[in-house]
């Protein structure tokens, strides 16, 4: 888990499980999932995010200018059904920008997880 980061800033959440990529897509994936936790008022806590996940999860944050740096996209995309009102509302994608490949969505990811 990293620090909750400063809200003025535009940012976006992961939940991960421990000791595992977190910003690794599976096959078959065009985006990775992520949270605009102030999306909804009141902005939504790292605690009401990882209620809907499995215990031991983590969150990660991201800026969206980390993101858009590494030629991603921060697309609006409603979460699953399973999600709470709230955390659909929150949910977003990171999707590759229009011209990049796959190989090159998958390289833009990992260096999002080493910073």
């Not at 888990?1 to 690794?24: K, Y």
Request: proline share 5%; no cysteine; hydrophobic share 45%.
């Amino acid at each position: 888990m990293t620090e909750e980061p400063d809200r003025s800033f535009a940012v976006v959440a992961r939940v991960a499980t421990p000791d595992r990529p977190a910003f690794q897509l599976r096959r078959g994936e065009v985006g990775l999932s992520v949270f605009d936790l102030s999306a909804v008022e009141p902005a939504i806590s790292e605690d009401e995010l990882l209620e809907s996940f499995r215990v031991g999860s983590i969150v990660l944050y991201r800026t969206v200018a980390q993101v858009a740096a590494v030629g991603l996209v921060v697309a609006d995309t409603e979460g699953a059904e399973t999600l709470s009102d709230r955390l659909r509302d929150a949910h977003r994608e990171l999707v590759p920008s229009p011209a990049m490949t796959r190989n090159q969505f998958k390289a833009a990811l990992k260096f999002l997880e080493q910073q």
